[in-house]
């Protein structure tokens, strides 16, 4: 599986921008999805992660109620809608997936990974 993360630029404080993370080679039935971030100089962090039909989901304190991850199986596409941006969501978002049905929110459970977006959020 081959993932690509898109959608990352420079935003001011209170914007919105969203990711995609499109899967090639396999499609994104029965796997469960995950975006993560690494900031500089920090370690990388769950932001969200989906179960294998988006009927569950799992958002970091840091970002509820800001941020939504949705699955569109017809375009085999997982997206992040990040809204309210502050500066401190700036980072490299990676989206990954397993093939499972649960909810995932450590990076050592995910085997695919996306190549990251940076994200960027002036003050």
């Known amino acids: 599986v081959q993932l690509q993360a898109s959608g990352g630029g420079l935003v001011q404080a209170g914007g919105s921008l969203r990711l995609s993370c499109a899967a090639s080679?396999?499609?994104?039935?029965?796997?469960?999805v995950g975006w993560f971030r690494q900031a500089p100089g920090k370690e990388q962090e769950i932001v969200a992660a989906t179960n294998w039909n988006g009927g569950t989901s799992y958002y970091a304190d840091s970002v509820k109620g800001r941020f939504s991850i949705s699955r569109d199986s017809a375009e085999n596409t997982v997206y992040l809608q990040m809204n309210s941006l502050k500066p401190e969501d700036t980072a490299v978002y990676y989206c990954?997936?397993?093939?499972?049905?649960?909810?995932?929110?450590?990076?050592?459970?995910?085997?695919?990974w996306g190549q990251g977006t940076l994200v960027t959020v002036s003050s």
């Open positions: 080679g396999r499609t994104f039935s029965g796997s469960a």
């Open positions: 990954a997936t397993r093939i499972a049905f649960g909810v995932y929110t450590r990076h050592t459970e995910y085997r695919y």
